[in-house]
């Protein structure tokens, strides 16, 4: 209510955590509070539904849930079923101020696998990914959102794309092993390894590790076996400090390698650079998860030193 320019939204919000309708019923009411400036950011739950030892939800499920949302955001009467019970849902009036779904409220989906890259671009108006920095993986996400699209008959002429990462820029002197540049790194790295663990550990399919994290990744492995709980307690520490900060044990494992392959390093011109270079191919918004500890220092260097440059 502060503020008239700044864009709000949900970094993303988790459809295995609350209802569709309820899904839809929050975000229309912040966009009562500030027009034409809400998203909504929504994903199956990779990190939070694994935090409690529990699955994403399923992709099937996941295009229902966001079909429901789509046509409660476009002001539809629709089907929705709870607990195998399916019935027509609409809007109901409470008078002025509830809600506002006349101003249109984007959808922006996370995904990083094909059928979830192929379920944004049938209901997304935007894609949030891990990596989209890195030209490689933008291209291949965004060739399964348009096989998405194609699908569902949609455009992808105006679709939204969102990376993840971290941005760590060097000043004079500094080396990728020197302490200062591991506490700006540290944090997102290992929440980049935790990431690529969860897929493995699901998956048991070595060709999911990418090469900077090879040299780490027998030790990692013992490290989560290592852990002071049984196996299968193992999810309440895998992601401790998710996006905040690393913790002690795992400070070995942020190694110039690891911050050269998860965020965006260099000086801000050749930060810059990379962010042009993959605007070229798509991408269109940087989302930075510096550490908690440095958050303001991090986004006010980057606001100052980088963006003057994009």
């Known amino acids: 209510q502060n503020t008239s320019k700044i864009r709000l939204g949900t970094g993303v919000a988790i459809a295995g955590t609350r209802i569709a309708p309820t899904t839809a019923a929050a975000i229309s009411s912040i966009n009562a509070l500030a027009p034409g400036r809400v998203f909504l950011g929504i994903g199956t739950g990779h990190t939070a539904m694994r935090v409690m030892g529990q699955d994403p939800i399923p992709i099937n499920e996941f295009r ?11 002001g539809e009467e629709t089907e929705y079923t709870y607990n195998g019970k399916t019935t027509s849902i609409v809007w109901q009036e409470h008078g002025d101020g509830f809600r506002n779904i006349e101003i249109p409220i984007p959808i922006y989906v996370a995904a990083n696998g094909p059928r979830a890259l192929r379920t944004a671009g049938m209901y997304g108006d935007g894609l949030c990914s891990i990596f989209n920095e890195q030209i490689p993986v933008l291209d291949f996400n965004l060739t399964h959102v348009a096989e998405g699209a194609k699908i569902a008959k949609r455009s992808t002429k105006d679709f939204h794309t969102t990376t993840l990462t971290n941005a760590v820029i060097l000043k004079a002197g500094d080396r990728l092993q020197d302490d200062a540049v591991i506490e700006r790194a540290g944090s997102w790295a290992v929440t980049a390894l935790h990431f690529v663990y969860e897929i493995w550990r699901y998956t048991k399919d070595d060709s999911v590790v990418p090469e900077y994290m090879k040299s780490i990744w027998e030790e990692y492995s013992d490290h989560v076996a290592n852990f002071p709980v049984p196996e299968e307690k193992s999810h309440q ?23 050269e ?12 650079e990379k962010i042009n270079l993959a605007g070229k191919h798509g991408l269109t918004e940087v989302s930075l998860l510096p550490p908690l500890a440095n958050l303001r220092e991090a986004a006010k260097d980057f606001a100052e030193q980088v963006i003057p440059l994009c």
Do not use: N
């Open 261 to 272: 392959g998860t965020s965006l390093v260099g000086s801000p011109a050749e930060i810059a």
């Open 237 to 259: 520490l895998i992601h401790e400090g998710h996006c905040s900060f690393y913790t002690p044990g795992e400070k070995k494992f942020v190694t110039p390698e690891m911050i």
């Open 64 to 74: 229902e849930y966001l079909r429901v949302v789509r046509a409660m955001l476009h």
